[in-house]
């Protein structure tokens, strides 16, 4: 089961005693600032929880399932999640 975004605002608020309005700004500029930081290449850590940054790919050759021929993939970013203590033992 997932949770969506409307069912974590409502979440929040409820354990914040706040207003999901409230809630949902506060989700929404979490979101923005996490965005920006790791666009920027800046490590964004919530300890215990997880860590998220922006990791560098170096170009390599692959390989073009349907056809099996050689291609060369560029160099590039990808993300980096990294599970905290303390989400890790949430799911024991």
Not at 6 to 31: C, F, I, R, Y
Not at 48 to 63: H, N
């Amino acid at each position: 089961m997932a949770i969506n975004r409307s069912d974590l605002v409502s979440k929040l608020a409820d354990k914040a005693g706040t207003t999901k309005t409230d809630a949902d700004s506060v989700l929404s500029a979490l979101s923005e600032t996490l965005l920006e930081a790791v666009g920027k290449g800046e490590k964004v850590q919530i300890p215990g929880i997880l860590s998220v940054e922006r990791v560098e790919r170096s170009a390599r050759t692959g390989r073009n399932p349907a056809t099996g021929e050689t291609i060369n993939i560029p160099a590039g970013y990808g993300v980096k999640v990294s599970a905290g203590s303390k989400l890790k033992s949430a799911v024991k």
